[in-house]
């Protein structure tokens, strides 16, 4: 496990030692799925550590609806138009279907939290595999020499920016974007030692797979939106 | 640490050598991500300490309810020098006032409901995030602006690899040690321009001496996805432009 570490803490530095390692290595693909896995876990317990301290620094978020409501009903709109009941009504309704939407998107939740044990690993693993085996194929139409094996095991070193989000066991750090970006500089390291390619095919092969998603959203998007047309637009025609 | 202040002063000083010698390391990348952290803690470290101090003080709910009031005169004083002008209806103010007011009142009685742990430890763990999280966003844009100016440098004929390049540019987050100063009205405004112009002629410098080539070729590489990112809000702004005009 310590190994495992240290390689996934080399990489983060973008330095192509421990990329090459881990191609050498006999069983990468496996030692990748351990690192994968380890940082996943390490990231959600830190991420659960922080959410905790978080709720128990934050009010009742029912308490919060209800101050807010009190406030709203005091703003000179709702006073002026309080006497209309259709207005009243719509108001309270809309507000407690914001309420039922803001609290999950913002409010911390323990149970959510607890949850991210088990989904990001998955979700990590799931990624990491998809795009490496994407991005395998694409390296080995621009030429690349590595076998799927060894891409994998390399891609698994990509997950070290997630690293970076140890950071939220103390509450309200805010990581951003730093950990995309990170990772992508990373897959292109990861891309380039394990093929042993040059730098303009090392990036066209890391950036096809982002390309392909953003296609395959777009098709799809598209596709969602002449069925929704076909399927609403007829009624409408008279 | 003393190395890496040593680095830091060179570095101010354009001493050539300490750039040579650092973007051949093997760790630039590491140094300087530790000179990005250490200056971007070093810049929020005194407006972390007012925040604290300012939250662990035993401050009555009155007394920040007038400091609220404080605010709200400023902005009203604003809105009648807006009146001189532009065409400020007198209406749109009393109705500002009142709703400022009303959300006033919303977050002076959210700021009084209890909490599980005791009121200024959340007030200080939110501090402290704040402060955690700025090496964090200053990484954010930095490495997000040098992955393109890489690959304009590559284009260029640059010869350094992603880490050599960016161990090398990191050394532009060192002037702006002097945002320390930037709670300082006027000056701490001033001393974060110096900052910023000193801050690119270093990323310059730097990004020439990592890949070996002029500095000519280095201030295209840093300006060029710039001038490409503004064109493209331009580009942007004028279709939302001519949308606008098109569907009237």
Same mark, same amino acid.
């Given at each position: 496990?310590?190994?495992?570490?240290?390689?996934?803490?080399?990489?983060?530095?973008?330095?192509?030692?421990?990329?090459?390692?881990?191609?050498?290595?006999?069983?990468?693909?496996?030692?990748?799925?351990?690192?994968?896995?380890?940082?996943?876990?390490?990231?959600?317990?830190?991420?659960?550590?922080?959410?905790?301290?978080?709720?128990?620094?934050?009010?009742?978020?029912?308490?919060?609806?209800?101050?807010?409501?009190?406030?709203?009903?005091?703003?000179?709109?709702?006073?002026?138009?309080?006497?209309?009941?259709?207005?009243?009504?719509?108001?309270?309704?809309?507000?407690?279907?914001?309420?039922?939407?803001?609290?999950?998107?913002?409010?911390?939740?323990?149970?959510?939290?607890?949850?991210?044990?088990?989904?990001?690993?998955?979700?990590?693993?799931?990624?990491?595999?998809?795009?490496?085996?994407?991005?395998?194929?694409?390296?080995?139409?621009?030429?690349?020499?590595?076998?799927?094996?060894?891409?994998?095991?390399?891609?698994?070193?990509?997950?070290?920016?997630?690293?970076?989000?140890?950071?939220?066991?103390?509450?309200?750090?805010?990581?951003?974007?730093?950990?995309?970006?990170?990772?992508?500089?990373?897959?292109?390291?990861?891309?380039?030692?394990?093929?042993?390619?040059?730098?303009?095919?090392?990036?066209?092969?890391?950036?096809?797979?982002?390309?392909?998603?953003?296609?395959?959203?777009?098709?799809?998007?598209?596709?969602?939106?002449?069925?929704?047309?076909?399927?609403?637009?007829?009624?409408?025609?008279? | 640490?003393?190395?890496?202040?040593?680095?830091?002063?060179?570095?101010?000083?354009?001493?050539?050598?300490?750039?040579?010698?650092?973007?051949? #390391?093997?760790?630039?990348?590491?140094?300087?991500?530790?000179? %990005?952290? @250490? +200056? /971007?803690? =070093?810049? &929020?470290?005194?407006?972390?300490?007012?925040?604290?101090?300012?939250?662990?003080?035993?401050?009555?709910?009155?007394?920040?309810?007038?400091?609220?009031?404080?605010?709200?005169?400023?902005?009203?004083?604003?809105?009648?020098?807006?009146?001189?002008?532009?065409?400020?209806?007198?209406?749109?103010?009393?109705?500002?006032?009142?709703?400022?007011?009303?959300?006033?009142?919303?977050?002076?009685?959210?700021?009084?409901?209890?909490?599980?742990?005791?009121?200024?430890?959340?007030?200080?763990?939110?501090?402290?995030?704040?402060?955690?999280?700025?090496?964090?966003? #200053?990484?954010?844009?930095?490495?997000?602006?040098?992955?393109? %100016?890489? @690959? +304009? /440098?590559? =284009?260029? &004929?640059?010869?350094?690899?992603?880490?050599?390049?960016?161990?090398?540019?990191?050394?532009?987050?060192?002037?702006?040690?002097?945002?320390?100063?930037?709670?300082?009205?006027?000056?701490?405004?001033?001393?974060?321009?110096?900052?910023?112009?000193?801050?690119?002629?270093?990323?310059?410098?730097?990004?020439?001496?990592?890949?070996?080539?002029?500095?000519?070729?280095?201030?295209?590489?840093?300006?060029?996805?710039?001038?490409?990112?503004?064109?493209?809000?331009?580009?942007?702004?004028?279709?939302?432009?001519?949308?606008?005009?098109?569907?009237?």
């Amino acid at each position: 496990m310590k190994a495992l570490i240290r390689l996934a803490w080399e990489a983060l530095f973008l330095s192509e030692e421990p990329y090459a390692e881990m191609r050498e290595s006999s069983n990468s693909a496996l030692r990748g799925l351990g690192i994968v896995a380890l940082v996943a876990l390490a990231v959600a317990l830190a991420g659960l550590a922080g959410t905790a301290l978080e709720w128990a620094t934050t009010p009742n978020m029912d308490d919060i609806q209800q101050v807010v409501w009190e406030g709203i009903q005091k703003m000179p709109w709702y006073q002026e138009l309080q006497s209309e009941r259709e207005f009243r009504e719509g108001v309270q309704q809309q507000y407690e279907l914001w309420w039922r939407i803001f609290p999950q998107l913002f409010a911390p939740n323990i149970a959510s939290a607890a949850l991210r044990i088990i989904l990001l690993p998955l979700g990590l693993t799931l990624t990491w595999f998809l795009y490496g085996v994407v991005a395998h194929l694409f390296a080995r139409l621009l030429g690349g020499q590595g076998g799927l094996g060894q891409m994998l095991g390399c891609t698994a070193l990509a997950v070290a920016p997630q690293l970076l989000n140890l950071a939220t066991f103390l509450p309200y750090v805010v990581v951003g974007g730093v950990v995309g970006t990170w990772t992508i500089l990373c897959r292109y390291v990861a891309l380039k030692t394990c093929h042993r390619l040059t730098w303009g095919r090392a990036l066209a092969a890391t950036l096809f797979p982002y390309v392909a998603l953003a296609l395959l959203v777009s098709s799809f998007a598209c596709l969602g939106s002449v069925a929704t047309a076909l399927i609403f637009g007829g009624g409408t025609s008279q | 640490m003393k190395e890496l202040l040593q680095l830091a002063w060179d570095v101010l000083l354009f001493r050539h050598e300490s750039y040579v010698q650092h973007a051949a #390391r093997a760790d630039a990348l590491k140094r300087g991500l530790a000179l %990005v952290v @250490l +200056v /971007a803690l =070093l810049a &929020g470290l005194i407006p972390f300490f007012i925040n604290v101090v300012g939250d662990l003080r035993p401050m009555a709910i009155e007394a920040r309810r007038q400091e609220a009031e404080e605010g709200m005169q400023e902005f009203t004083q604003s809105l009648a020098a807006m009146r001189q002008l532009f065409d400020v209806p007198p209406e749109f103010e009393r109705q500002m006032t009142a709703y400022m007011r009303a959300g006033m009142r919303i977050g002076s009685r959210i700021e009084a409901l209890p909490t599980r742990l005791p009121k200024p430890v959340g007030r200080v763990l939110q501090d402290l995030g704040a402060f955690l999280s700025l090496p964090f966003s #200053r990484l954010a844009g930095w490495i997000g602006y040098s992955i393109w %100016v890489l @690959l +304009v /440098a590559k =284009l260029l &004929g640059g010869r350094a690899t992603a880490s050599q390049m960016l161990g090398a540019t990191a050394l532009y987050a060192v002037p702006h040690v002097l945002e320390i100063l930037d709670f300082v009205p006027c000056l701490g405004a001033t001393l974060g321009l110096v900052a910023v112009v000193w801050g690119i002629a270093i990323y310059v410098k730097a990004l020439a001496v990592a890949n070996d080539f002029s500095m000519g070729r280095a201030t295209v590489a840093t300006v060029v996805p710039a001038l490409i990112g503004g064109a493209l809000i331009l580009l942007g702004l004028m279709g939302v432009l001519i949308l606008a005009l098109v569907s009237r």
